[in-house]
């Protein structure tokens, strides 16, 4: 259980500085002609392959407007607050993204990661009721974790089931 929970704060930490490495892989791209394109093959599903490193610093926050005003004392909203990420030589190699359908009718996403090292980390966790405000709940660093063969499966819920 702890490892799926320190993979799980990894993926999230690799978030920014994936969405960041990617913004220039469109920059490189050419356009197909008709006939270019119709003799082009290809997998079902997306293979990604990326080094990433982001600037220290900087902050990711997520804001609940609403709060949670049903509990005695509740704010009507609050904001968590990633900052001073840091990222230094985070490594993904051949990670597949595809959707499967099972044989019950179900589906479901896999994210199969052949290979990950990461080196990652957030300065302040904090919780409060602006934006990167009140009080810290710590750190977390990621140093040289590496996993291989892995494989997260993600379903929808569903009132049927």
């Known amino acids: 259980m702890k490892k799926l929970l320190v993979l799980a704060a990894a993926l999230l930490l690799m978030v920014p500085a994936s969405a960041m490495a990617g913004m220039t892989a469109f920059m490189d791209m050419d356009e197909l002609s008709s006939s270019e394109m119709a003799s082009t093959t290809g997998q079902a599903g997306i293979t990604l392959k990326a080094t990433a490193e982001i600037v220290t610093g900087g902050y990711i926050a997520w804001g609940d407007a609403d709060g949670c005003t049903w509990t005695i004392g509740g704010s009507s909203q609050g904001w968590l607050t990633l900052s001073q990420l840091w990222s230094n030589g985070t490594v993904l190699d051949g990670l597949t993204v595809d959707v499967c359908t099972g044989e019950d009718s179900l589906s479901w996403l896999v994210i199969r990661i052949p290979s990950m090292t990461l080196n990652q980390g957030v300065g302040f966790i904090k919780i409060g009721s602006l934006r990167d405000s009140g009080d810290s709940l710590g750190e977390l660093n990621v140093v ?18």
């Open 144 to 161: 040289s974790l590496s996993v291989a063969n892995v494989d997260l499966r993600v379903r929808g819920h569903s009132n049927a089931h």
